[in-house]
């Protein structure tokens, strides 16, 4: 752990997600990010078995090696596979219990966007969220906070509007951050993969390539 003389490590952020496929809205809001809060680089952390939500349409495998490409021209971003590599559902508490063993007491930030920052306390362990990292909610124009509860409670007394605060410690402070609405899904994209269409403009090329390669999404339709 630092002294108290020295001085923090900079800031590292986490956004995980399904990336299935990573896309532009995903890579504009970790830059956004990074750049809003002056971080010095954000872990874009596939989930293995996502315990929130139905299985990825595509293999943890196959979404890794697309999120590698898609991000292949920005070292400040980097594929982090931690939930690949542990067995079970994967739950975020873990995940940043993992990174946190490995950067010591460097300030470290979780990023979410307002939707599941809003069912925050349906996480597992989600108090424990707090003792491991920052909390930076992503605000697009349409998003609403809606907190329940204890969650509010937690939310609000530790809601800070400067980031510098965030880098004086290695976790507990949450802080609000406007981005870009871009308005691509996965969902989408997929749903154009398996009519036939193009999915250009929507997300990198080099995934593009990948997913025709690979013939993924090419099946029916997935939710």
């Known amino acids: 752990m630092s002294s108290a003389s020295e001085p923090m490590s900079a800031a590292i952020g986490v956004l995980g997600g399904t990336f299935d496929p990573v896309h532009y809205g995903h890579l504009r809001a970790a830059v956004e990010v990074r750049e809003r809060l002056g971080l010095s680089g954000v872990k874009m952390v596939p989930s293995a078995q ?44 873990d995940t940043l219990s993992d990174i946190r063993r490995g ?15 809003n069912g925050l306390d349906r996480w597992h362990e989600w108090r424990e ?24 409670q937690c939310m609000a007394r530790r809601m800070v509007t400067a980031p510098g605060a965030l880098h004086a410690a ?17 969902t989408a994209i997929r749903a154009l993969i398996a009519a036939g269409q193009s999915a250009h403009y929507l997300t990198p ?7 025709r390669q690979h013939g993924l999404y090419s099946g029916p339709v997935s939710a």
């Open 50 to 93: 996502p315990p929130h939500r139905q299985a990825p349409w595509a293999s943890a495998e196959h979404r890794m090696a697309m999120l590698r490409r898609a991000i292949s021209c920005q070292d400040f971003l980097a594929a982090d596979d931690c939930e690949m590599r542990r067995q079970g559902p994967s739950y975020m508490v």
């Open 103 to 117: 950067i010591g007491d460097a300030p470290l930030v979780l990023i979410i966007g307002q939707d599941a920052a």
């Open 129 to 152: 969220l707090f003792e491991l990292a920052h909390v930076a909610v992503m605000r697009r124009p349409d998003a609403e906070s809606d907190y329940r509860d204890e969650l509010a």
């Open 170 to 186: 290695p976790a507990g402070l949450v802080i609000d951050v406007a981005i870009t609405q871009l308005d691509i899904s996965s």
């Open 205 to 211: 090329p080099r995934v593009i390539e990948y997913i």
